[in-house]
Each structure stands twice: as structure tokens, then as C-alpha cells.
């Protein structure tokens, strides 16, 4: 059955205490991580109705410090449903505890493939159906970004990325 991004959005909220923090004060990026990680695996086991698993993580990059006392909200929506898998898109915010100054501070791409309960082998994901523009531009550009993970990750020949070589022909 087909399902909406909106149903399986996914939005998480953490205050970063002094244990999340390196010695400056600033929170650890692996701690950031694993927030990312848990809040998409959550958004796509739900679009996925089973347990799922990181298959890749695309670029993350810290452009600022987030610091003891700030606030990030976590936002994960799933951008497309490929045959065993989703591609997740997670934007990290960060404003302090009155909820002012808030920023974009972080974002990433990432796949997770859903598993049977049985067999804990790769099952069938329901199909995604994007609604809003912005939904459907994410959704557009997947393909182009699995196809490049599939070449990074050494499972796909460049020559054989037709839609990322359609994208590049094209400027």
C-alpha cells in the first residue's frame, strides 16, 4: 500500500547535556550521529511497517558547535521507496531552550533497508508518494543519489548511472 511522506515523519527532540559534550563544551559529533541514526531508522521502520538497518550514511558536516544547553530538533522524512529500501532526509536544527535563535545546523541522506521479522533478509518496501513540490523534488533527485552511492560503494559502474549522467549532461 502506498503511504505519504507525512506519515512516517519523524521529528525528535534532545537538550544537550554536559555528557554529550566534549571537554570545550561542545556537543560530540558521534552523539549527534546516533541521533540521526535513531530518528531515521524510526521514520523509515514506519514507512516500512519492520526493522530496518543503515545500509549508508551520505555526507554529514558540523558547521557550527552545538553547545551545553542548546536544544536540536531532529526532523526525518523518508524521500523515496526503492525496492528494498528508503532513502531518509534528516535536517538537525539547534536553538536554545527558549526556542529562539533557531538555525539549521546539520543535514544528511540516509538509506536504511527493511527486514523481514522471519527471515531477517531484505523484504519489500511500500511505494512512496511525494504531494507537495518540495517532496517532489526530493524524491526526483533520489534516484541520482543512490545511483552515485551505488558507484562510491563499488556496486555500479559510472557508465551505467544513466540518471546522474543524464543530470551532468545537462549543465
Not at 559529533?29 to 540521526?36: C, D, E, K
Not at 553547545?67 to 536544527?93: N, P
Not at 527471515?119 to 543512490?146: D, G, M, N
Amino acid at each position: 500500500m502506498e503511504k505519504s511522506v507525512a506519515e512516517s515523519r519523524t521529528i525528535m527532540t534532545e537538550m544537550i547535556m554536559p555528557n554529550d559534550a566534549n571537554p570545550l563544551g561542545n556537543l560530540m559529533g558521534g552523539n549527534l550521529m546516533r541521533w540521526m541514526d535513531i530518528a531515521g531508522g524510526i521514520c523509515a521502520g514506519k514507512h516500512c511497517e519492520a526493522h530496518v538497518v543503515t545500509a549508508s550514511v551520505d555526507h554529514i558536516s558540523f558547521s557550527a558547535p552545538i553547545k551545553v544547553g542548546d536544544v536540536i530538533t531532529l526532523t526525518a522524512t523518508v524521500t523515496r521507496a526503492f525496492t528494498t529500501s528508503v532513502e531518509v532526509y534528516l535536517e538537525v536544527h539547534v536553538s536554545n531552550i527558549k526556542g529562539k535563535n533557531r538555525m539549521k545546523s546539520n543535514h544528511a541522506y540516509m538509506t536504511f533497508v527493511a527486514l523481514s521479522d522471519e527471515t531477517r533478509l531484505p523484504q519489500q518496501v511500500p511505494p512512496l508518494i511525494p504531494q507537495t513540490e518540495e517532496e517532489k523534488r526530493l524524491y526526483e533527485s533520489a534516484i541520482r543519489r543512490r545511483e552515485l552511492r551505488l558507484i562510491l560503494g563499488g556496486r555500479m559502474q559510472p557508465k551505467d548511472a544513466t540518471d546522474l549522467r543524464a543530470f551532468f549532461d545537462k549543465l
